[in-house]
């Protein structure tokens, strides 16, 4: 008979090998093949972290599995809820229907969250044979003994692991027997290679079953493990589950979320889609990415590069499954360490944004609802009469003759050509929408556009090999196939012959999903797997034909079902390149469905937004995420797009998306007005404020753009990208950053007049009076009436900013001035990129300017870095000096004493001005305290 305390022992030890099985504390059998090795490693590794010890609860590997592993109650079956991977994403399964597939089933109370039918611990699945060295890496072959639950199983696949640079790890797995849809991105992926001392990361593979993990070299952390689940592979459904190294997990756009992914059993599916935003949508982009950020500021990012429909679930352990309904699995892991460092090396694969011209950062004006020419002339008028700055006036569909695009009414804009010479006399540009929909019910012989397109076979076509119809605005409608060469040189003799005739500056490319009012065609589609596949993520409608044309519907390179996800993508490489070839100037194209790479060709908008609070604040994460896809020239529709806005909300948009590295007011048919001249006077004069502060701010913001162009900057950016070791920046979406050094602080809520806005560590100065604020990292209550923006300079940096105007036209050719904001040290740093602004490739070429201005000890030096493009005539105007201790005694430049300048003891502001110092030779502001 035990005593008692003999019981407590044996409780307290099978309490312990319970939690070591758990924690997967290294057992018998777990053979793991090192990257380049071919002897076998159990891992021996410590656990390293709460997070490391929760993603390996269900790793797959233990000793030799049980005859009877699905049935309830096994020890293969013990794993917490949490980490628990659905064995029956398909389809709700029964008890008898989950156990024949070999996988547990454990009923849970509620209806959401973990699955009842999971995968247990050791689930047969690919085995891998010996890694083989090739030109590029290392490949190895993956078999299956015994075909999955899937139809059309896959045995046999093809491990491929190519190492791409120190910090980005490349590989893929494919059909090792026949040819499957690989995404080919315009441009193609540059090649690189690393040297194996020096890489980033360690990488070990799992024989039996299959799986690989992916450490953290500096550490030992792990990044990713995918032996945590099964890989399935079959033709229409590709599974890859991985733990994850943190919660704080961003990307996987497009949807309306926080800038952080809620990791309690979400699903987020990736499947463009003409949706406006809202909660539990996929919306109108696919970006297969993610980042992570990890403890003490590391961070790292994975990419799918797969155009199919795409479900991932996101779950607490903290884990992610992937799911594709085709292709292949083609993963880059980026290493960082840091998150800028991560998205650098994302953009290196999916290419470096393009620089926009310099009038695409002015303030745009479009709305669906100008009727006529004369209209959108009065608009345009009535702005710069209000004293309002506008560079670009747009008309939405109502300028096409019959909504049929490559037209303009002769009726209600018969005099469109002539307007157009208006603006551009005005130092105004001008763009107008571009519907990829042809319409298609036109009398032959009456619409070219249609008539040209037919004679060049440059249209989709249905699965018996006829134009697929579908149904957009000009009624029926052929969709072109932009992944065919004569297409592209279609669309561009469409845009050239139109341009000759109506010379608009840059096209603005809408329901590119490519959205359908009818579901696949007119005459609806087939009844096939491509239209019914054995897995459909959760789509909006449905269906993956639901709003759009027939996945069996066939282009140049695939079927639609493949290429569905690029076809916004296509369009603008199409559009960017005609627009270059026809106007040899740099193209302006923005377009509403994105892919990866897409910030090379086009900004892009974030679609339908509602005029209401919740919109105005979801608008940041937006537009954050989609700077971290590689696509900077982005913004929501000022004061949105459906419905009414309010006086109050529409200034407090102005003032928010005068930060927007994208700003256009755009409206919506049945709406009240929301030009900026139709409100009060108090109202204008704020959104006049916040419209000046803009155009004051493009030389520094184009700066940006340019450093985003040749070094993969981000421009508006999230806090956790300038301080990863800040825990207080993880999550924070309701401020953000220009570059590095600009701190934009909105009011998101109705009525308020203050807000809580939390300040990194160290000093930042109000960019409004230049006031400090000496911040340990906290957070500040700061006033907020309505007609101002918190906006806070960082320490240590210097702004270049312009005399504002009515046009950057005129703005580029007023005097400059500098904001410099001394650090405690007295130190401060800034440049300017400075070219023509509309010339392509500039900085390619070499013909362009770049000065660095440098402020220490009582005085500021310019540098003339490079002095290849047009400074004659600019001049420095003036400028103004945060943090200066005591008042000075006299101000120099170029040595000659200065008459004008002021100093406020408050707050410390020095302010000169009067200068007229020539910004194309080095100069030097003193001052003597």
């Known amino acids: 008979m035990f005593t008692g305390s003999t019981v407590a022992a044996l409780l307290f030890a099978f309490s312990l090998l319970a939690f ?167 441009g193609g992926i540059p090649e690189s290679s690393a040297d194996n001392q020096s890489v980033f990361y360690a990488a070990e593979y799992q024989s039996d079953p299959f799986g690989f993990i992916v450490r953290r070299r500096s550490n030992g952390r792990v990044i990713m493990n995918t032996t945590v689940a099964p890989l399935l592979f079959a033709d229409q459904y590709l599974q890859m589950s991985t733990s994850l190294a943190s919660s704080l997990v961003s990307g996987l756009g497009e949807h309306y979320t926080s800038i952080l992914l809620d990791l309690n059993w979400t699903s987020l599916t990736l499947w463009n889609r003409d949706m406006a935003p809202h909660a539990d949508a996929n919306l109108y982009g696919a970006h297969p990415f993610y980042i992570v950020q990890e403890e003490d500021g590391f961070a790292h990012g994975v990419f799918l590069l797969n155009s199919n429909a795409i479900e991932v679930m996101l779950q607490p352990t903290p884990a992610l499954t992937w799911v594709s309904t085709g292709g ?56 710069h009469d209000a004293n309002f700055p506008l560079d670009v006036q747009w008309n939405d569909l109502d300028y096409a003759n019959k909504r049929r695009v490559f037209t ?93 005739k109506v010379p608009v500056d840059g096209l603005w490319i809408d329901m590119n999903e490519p959205a359908s009012f009818v579901q696949g065609s007119v005459e609806g589609c087939p009844d096939s797997d491509l239209e019914n596949p054995p ?53 302006f194209v923005l377009s509403r469905s994105s892919y990866p790479s897409i910030g090379r060709f086009s900004g892009v908008w974030t679609g339908d937004v509602r005029s209401d609070w919740e919109q105005l604040r979801f608008s940041i994460p937006a537009v954050l995420q989609f700077g971290l896809f590689g696509v900077p020239l982005v913004g929501a529709d000022v004061c949105g797009f459906g419905g009414d806005t309010t006086e109050e909300l529409c200034i407090r948009w102005m003032q928010l998306g005068a930060f927007y590295p994208f700003m256009r007011n755009h409206n919506d048919k049945p709406n009240a007005p929301q030009e900026p001249y139709v409100f009060g006077q108090k109202a204008q004069a704020a959104m006049r404020t916040a419209l000046n502060l803009r155009y004051s701010l493009l030389p520094f913001l184009y700066t940006l753009f340019h450093h985003t162009h040749t070094s993969a900057d981000t421009v508006a950016r999230p806090l956790f990208i300038e301080f990863p070791t800040d825990p207080n920046c993880q999550s924070i979406d309701k401020q953000f950053l220009w570059g590095s050094l600009l701190l934009i602080s909105p009011v998101l809520e109705e009525g308020a007049v203050e807000l809580a806005a939390y300040l990194p560590r160290g000093t930042w100065y109000s960019l409004h009076d230049g006031q400090p604020f000496y911040s340990g990292g906290q957070y500040l209550l700061l006033p907020a009436p309505l007609d101002i923006i918190n906006i806070h ?20 050719r007023n005097p400059f001035f500098l904001t410099v904001a001394l650090s405690a040290g007295g130190w401060a740093r800034g440049d300017l990129f400075w070219d023509d602004g509309e010339s392509l490739d500039t900085f390619e070429t070499q013909n362009y300017c770049y000065l660095i201005f440098i402020a220490g000890q009582s005085q500021i030096v310019s540098e003339l870095v490079k002095l290849n493009g047009d400074l004659d005539g600019l001049v420095l105007g003036g400028l103004q000096v945060f943090g200066v201790p005591s008042p000075p005694r006299f101000v120099l430049a170029n040595g000659e004493k200065v008459g004008d300048f002021t100093y406020r003891t408050d707050t410390k502001v020095l302010t000169v001005t009067k200068l007229a110092l020539s910004m194309s030779e080095v100069f030097t502001v003193q001052w003597t305290l």
């Open 535 to 587: 897995y459909t993520p959760r789509v909006v409608g449905g269906r993956l034909n639901s709003g759009t044309l027939c996945m069996s519907a066939q282009q140049k390179l695939s079927s639609h079902y493949n290429l569905h996800n690029l076809y916004g993508l296509t369009e603008a490489y199409a559009t960017h390149s005609a627009l270059k070839n026809i106007r040899r100037k740099r193209p």
């Open 793 to 812: 300079v960082r320490e240590g940096h210097i702004i270049p900013q312009q005399e504002p105007a009515l046009t950057t036209t005129a703005s580029r």
């Open 408 to 500: 303009f009414d002769p009726w209600r804009f018969g005099d469109l050509p002539e307007i157009v010479d208006e603006f551009h006399q005005r130092g105004m540009k001008y763009i107008l929408i571009l519907d990829p929909g042809i319409s298609s019910s036109s009398l032959p012989g009456t619409y070219p556009p249609f008539d040209d397109g037919l004679k060049r076979d440059v249209f989709i076509k249905n699965a018996t090999g006829h134009v697929l119809i579908g149904k957009v605005w000009p009624g029926p409608t052929a969709f072109p196939d932009f992944t065919n060469p004569e297409t592209r040189t279609w669309w561009e003799d469409c845009i050239r012959d139109f341009h000759s």
């Open 20 to 186: 070591l099985y758990n924690n997967n504390w290294p057992r018998l059998g777990s053979g793991l093949v090192r990257s380049g090795r071919d002897e076998q490693r159990e891992i021996k590794a410590p656990e390293r972290s709460v997070n490391e010890a929760a993603a390996r609860r269900n790793t797959a590997g233990s000793a030799v599995r049980s005859e009877k592993v699905g049935i309830s109650g096994d020890r293969e079956c013990t794993a917490a809820p949490e980490a628990r991977f659905d064995c029956a994403r398909d389809r709700t399964l029964t008890r008898g229907e989950c156990e024949e597939r070999g996988c547990c089933y454990g009923p849970l109370s509620g209806s959401a969250g973990p699955p009842w039918c999971f995968y247990p611990r050791s689930y047969p699945g690919y085995t891998m044979g010996p890694l083989s060295p090739t030109t590029r890496g290392q490949t190895a072959t993956l078999t299956r003994k015994k075909p999955s639950y899937l139809p059309k199983d896959i045995s046999s696949l093809r491990l491929e692991v190519i190492e791409e640079t120190t910090g980005c790890l490349h590989l893929t797995l494919k059909d090792a027997s026949s040819q499957r849809y690989e995404v080919h991105l315009p």
């Open 328 to 383: 292949i699995l083609d993963l880059y892991v980026f290493l960082g360490p840091d998150p800028q460092s991560v998205i650098r090396q994302y953009l290196h694969i999916i290419g470096y944004p393009m620089m926009p011209p310099y009038w695409s950062l002015g303030f745009h004006l479009c709305r669906w609802g100008y009727t006529t020419s004369k209209t959108t002339r009065r608009v345009a008028q009535s702005m």
